[in-house]
């Protein structure tokens, strides 16, 4: 799947998780720049990503997630035909 | 369509009213853990915008503990969306999961301070630590067993000596993993065996106020391979896999409501296509597609013989169909497979008029809310019609095999019950001999003389171990002959039972014409001189025939012997109770004061000239054999161990 693909669907899970119709979401980001990113937003974040995409995340790598950046790799390695 | 067809909307507004539909129809067992989100999302919207549902259903609010050992944290939203579909609302409190058994074992927890009206305990078989060793005996599993067992029966015993909360337990559901593979069916030291007994145990030794959520069958239900999930466990220490909380926070939510008395009660069917294959008004009863040697009409029995079997423990039946109603009927009286027939069914209701206006005569005819119904019909229109119309009542989804309608309905949860007692068995009884006694008062010539011809006997007494579990399924299901809605738990009508200051009254009544069981329930408080009525209410099958004035003659009785000066009484107004308004003016009470929500407070001072009320109700049986009298018997409650 092409980047901006994933962006914009990543994007619309964003928005629905944390109610906020237009939050951008960058590739830094972090769970300290979102306002309600706490752990149980983290959760639903993975599993509406994991929904989105039709993927399942790996236990190792939703422990390594750092920042937005690392989500979309491991999507974009995933959805690769 | 008729003018009735849009009923009563509570005062609400339009928009809201859709908005409210809208999402209750979306409720459904499909839908996933991020949908559920969302919805609660909406649901925290609804609810700021208006406090009520729509229709005719009235909202319950209440207090539940949410414990466990593993992760619960992502329970609550969608627990609430599935709440809602029962009009229940909570104030949850959240146990931390690495804590729950500090939290039941210490008096002063944050736990209790909470007053939980109900208490969730979630287990998994991670918080078994006792375990058999290898190659035990008999007698060695069999002790392990016990000593586990010794466990819960401490923490279900604190929680009756702090509060009077109910608890609901989940059993332990079997892992997928078996280190011994299929030789663990047979030995008893094994995790499979060894929880297999500990579900058994669970389930002989559970008291009264502790309810089973058999997550057991639900893992199976959904899968188990799906139930559990390691990555989720590891991730976030809640070992169900998020497509298993749909499945568990939605049996939860109607255990929830069937210990608040907000089960459906009745279920009322379609006929063509829904309860046999064809449209009996174009093919004839010979043409029906119902019955054996037909993949179809086999289907169709199966359903039917089911139905039969939520009649048998209780569920009330009725017919919705747009038909002639000799056409209608011709199928149960001459069709040799049908396996419901013309008794089985409290109302029979066929004509051309809408649907939604035949389901609200049905309610009234039944004397039951509309938020007691489940309406089954396989067409769509039909549905969504009357669910635009009369939101209050559950309008399952059908599929269009008819193979697949009787797994929809036992899916639902709609009848779930929280104990089961001889007076749901003998229910549906109830409502034939009540037809009797409107063809006999239509007959007689005046009231007094059809009551005298009744030949009515009430046998009363203070509350008792034996109809306990009557007594508090009444004072959480009454709704219209109700004068409080007061709703208690076990415990807590068990703390009035044991008080001395407080006056109980359980009634019983039968006629001529059968049994009416246990109908009727008072708690009055002595204080200061008055004896004051805290709850008093009548099942709606016995209203008008002057029990009340048999009661009231019971409560004055009571009030002399314990010599106060007078008795005092609350009507607290609800949408369903409003025929109680005038109740206490009418039996010579006087208005004390009227309260901005519309409660009013009333008094009778027992001067020399209050006296009895006349009535046509003989007092039947000594005191001693109260409860055993008549065909119901009270000694029979099936979950009481």
């Known amino acids: 799947m092409i980047h901006i693909q994933i962006h914009e669907r990543l994007t619309k899970v964003f928005r629905e998780i944390f109610e906020d119709a237009s ?15 706490d752990s149980l937003a983290h959760v639903n974040l993975t599993i509406a990503i994991e929904e989105e995409f039709g993927i399942r995340f790996l236990t190792a790598e939703i422990a390594s997630f750092a920042c937005v950046g690392d989500v979309k790799k491991v999507i974009q390695e995933r959805t690769k035909v | 369509m008729g003018a009735c067809l849009k009923g009563g909307t509570g005062g609400m507004a339009k928009d809201q009213m859709e908005a409210w539909s809208h999402f209750l129809s979306k409720i459904n067992a499909k839908l996933t853990y991020p949908e559920l989100i969302t919805m609660a999302r909406s649901l925290k919207g609804l609810q700021r915008d208006a406090d009520m549902f729509p229709g005719d259903a009235a909202i319950i609010r209440t207090k539940i503990a949410l414990l466990g050992n593993y992760n619960l944290s992502f329970l ?3 627990l609430e969306v599935y709440l809602a579909q029962h009009h229940v609302q909570v104030d949850l409190f959240l146990g931390d999961f690495a804590n729950y058994k500090q939290d039941l074992l210490s008096s002063d927890s944050a736990l209790y301070a909470f007053c939980p009206h109900i208490i969730i305990l979630l287990l998994d078989h991670h918080s078994i630590y006792l375990w058999p060793a290898m190659y035990a005996s008999h007698a060695e599993v069999q ?72 997550a057991e069958h639900l893992s199976g239900i959904l899968g188990k391979l799906s139930w559990f999930d390691e990555p989720t466990w590891y991730n976030t220490r809640q070992s169900l896999g998020f497509s298993a909380v749909p499945t568990l926070t939605r049996s939860l939510a109607s255990m929830i409501a069937a210990l608040l008395g907000k089960s459906r009660k009745c279920l009322v069917l379609d006929l063509d296509n829904t309860l046999w294959g064809g449209v009996v008004g174009d093919v004839g009863v010979e043409g029906l597609r119902l019955g054996k040697g037909d993949a179809v009409g086999e289907a169709f029995i199966d359903f039917q013989h089911y139905i039969r079997q939520l009649k048998e423990r209780g569920v009330i039946l009725a017919v919705c169909s747009k038909n002639n109603p000799e056409i209608a009927r011709a199928p149960f009286e001459s069709h040799p497979e049908m396996v419901l027939k013309l008794d089985d069914f409290s109302a029979f209701v066929a004509n051309w008029d809408d649907k939604a206006t035949n389901l609200r005569r049905i309610a009234l005819q039944l004397n039951v809310g509309l938020d007691s119904l489940v309406f089954m019909d396989d067409n769509p229109a039909e549905r969504a019609l009357v669910r635009r119309y009369v939101a209050a009542i559950t309008v399952p989804e059908l599929p269009e095999d008819p193979a697949l309608f009787r797994r929809v309905l036992d899916e639902g949860g709609y009848f779930e019950i929280a104990t089961l007692s001889k007076e749901d068995l003998v229910r549906t009884s109830y409502y034939l001999a009540e037809r009797k006694r409107q063809e006999q008062a239509a007959i007689a010539p005046d009231v007094n003389e059809f009551l005298e011809s009744l030949e009515m006997v009430c046998t009363c007494g203070p509350f008792d171990e034996m109809n306990l579990q009557r007594i508090v399924q009444l004072i959480n299901k009454t709704n219209q002959w109700n004068l409080t809605t007061q709703r208690l738990t076990e415990g807590e009508v068990g703390d009035r039972m044991a008080d001395p200051s407080y006056f109980t009254l359980w009634v019983r009544n039968r006629d001529c014409f059968g049994d009416n069981g246990l109908i009727a329930v008072l708690i009055a408080r002595e204080q200061k001189a008055t004896l004051e009525v805290e709850t008093w209410l009548m099942s709606c099958r016995v209203i008008n025939r002057g029990i009340e004035d048999f009661i009231f003659n019971e409560l004055l009785d009571e009030a002399r012997r314990r010599g106060t000066s007078s008795v005092e009484g609350t009507y607290r107004p609800t949408r369903k109770n409003t025929i109680m308004r005038l109740f206490y003016e009418n039996l010579g009470f006087e208005r004390l004061v009227t309260e901005e929500d519309g409660t009013t407070r009333w008094r009778l001072h027992l001067s020399r000239d209050v006296c009895h009320r006349p009535n046509h109700i003989a007092r039947g049986g000594s005191r001693e054999d109260e409860g055993r009298t008549g065909e119901v018997n009270s000694d029979d409650s099936y979950s009481d161990t």
């Not at chain 2, 586990?148 to 015993?157: D, G, N, S």
């Not at chain 2, 929680?159 to 997928?176: D, H, K, M, W, Y």
């Open chain 2, 76 to 78: 609550p939203s969608p």
């Open chain 2, 143 to 214: 002790d392990v067993a016990d000593r586990q067992i010794q466990v819960w029966v401490a923490l279900w015993e604190k929680v009756r000596g702090e509060c009077s909360a109910s608890i609901i337990q989940t059993n332990i559901a079997l892992p997928c993993e078996r280190p011994l593979g299929h030789y663990e069916a047979r030995t008893e030291w094994s995790a499979t065996h060894y929880l297999r007994k500990l579900n058994q145990l669970l389930a002989e030794r559970a008291p009264s106020h502790v309810h089973i959520l058999d």
């Open chain 1, 23 to 37: 939050l951008e979401v960058k590739d830094e980001y972090n769970a300290k720049d979102i306002p309600g990113w």
